[in-house]
């Protein structure tokens, strides 16, 4: 008996029914040529690299032989596809497009180029970002490589970065810590004093990103009573990234702007319950300052001052 959920099951075979739609898939000729969805497919496949065996094209594309097997005689029937013995082994046979078979692959590469520009013409580009970042994601999920995993960069924030950091701060936190909304609102005020007074000489935000998508952040900050001090602020690296680095490699490069900036010290402030955020810290070359018991964010807490010089 499936344990998937009824509601997950019929949410994706309603958005197969939408893409094979939007695709064409069902259509009697793929993008009005003669070729069916399938036969376009196996002439990209074809397009791409000589020498493939009928097993290697039926590997790639998940083929009954028998089905791939009538589309490779139709193609050879209609002199779009050649069939030669291997060099090497004389029972192996590879695969060529012809001339004409390299012509109409390239116009089905044309018309399926139009065909998709055609459907996203009308979005933003910050909707294209969201697209993107959407079939990331299935294709992440639902087929996830065996391959190595895919880098994570460090950028400056974009539009909407900003509100992501609030969001995702108050997510994560109530459901590994049950902090309450006070500690979002915390997030969102550092925040808006951030963006609303940022001086890009001696402050800094950076958004750790894999695949398209956000998976971290940090804040280097200027403190407000003492000269020369700078603050870390709201280190944050979503679960499905942790393990990878990324909580390092956002403090090392915040430690080195500061450092860069002229600052002397640098200075953060965190709760003892963060135990990987502090072993981070530590490892960083931080040192406990200060501790003291406080009730935040519906909690009771014991707040620590961690502290590092910036001096070489």
């Keep these: 008996m499936s344990t998937v959920p009824t509601e997950t099951v019929a949410a994706v075979r309603r958005f197969n029914r939408f893409y094979t739609r939007l695709a064409g898939a069902l259509d009697e000729g793929y993008l009005a040529t003669p070729f069916s969805l399938a036969e376009g497919r196996v002439v990209y496949e074809l397009a791409q690299r000589d020498a493939l065996t009928a097993t290697e094209v039926g590997r790639a594309l998940r083929l009954d032989a028998g089905y791939l097997s009538r589309i490779l005689r139709r193609l050879r029937r209609d ?130 990103e894999r695949d398209g998508e956000n998976v971290g952040c940090i804040f280097c900050v200027k403190h407000p009573d003492r000269p020369g001090v700078a603050k870390l602020r709201l280190l944050l690296v979503e679960p499905s990234a942790r393990g990878l680095g990324v909580g390092a490699r956002l403090v090392r490069e915040c430690v080195e702007f500061a450092r860069a900036a002229g600052y002397h010290t640098m200075t953060l402030w965190t709760q003892s319950c963060l135990g990987a955020a502090r072993r981070i810290y530590m490892a960083a070359g931080f040192q406990l300052v200060d501790e003291a018991p406080n009730t935040m964010f519906g909690k009771a807490l014991l707040s620590q001052t961690w502290e590092r010089s910036l001096r070489e």
Excluded at 148 to 175: C, F, H, K, Q, T
């Design 79 to 208: 002199g779009l596809l050649a069939r030669e013995a291997s060099p090497t082994d004389g029972r192996r046979h590879h695969l060529r497009l012809t001339d004409a078979g390299r012509a109409a692959a390239a116009e089905l590469d044309a018309r399926a180029h139009d065909d998709v520009a055609g459907h996203v013409a009308g979005l933003s580009p910050a909707d294209h970002d969201r697209l993107l970042a959407a079939m990331r994601t299935i294709e992440r999920l639902l087929a996830p490589s065996t391959g190595s995993r895919p880098e994570v960069v460090l950028r400056a924030p974009r539009p909407g970065d900003y509100g992501w950091v609030i969001s995702r701060n108050g997510a994560v936190y109530a459901a590994e810590y049950d902090w309450d909304i006070s500690y979002e609102a915390l997030v969102a005020r550092i925040v808006a004093d951030f963006a609303a007074s940022f001086d890009p000489a001696v402050e800094r935000c950076w958004i750790a």
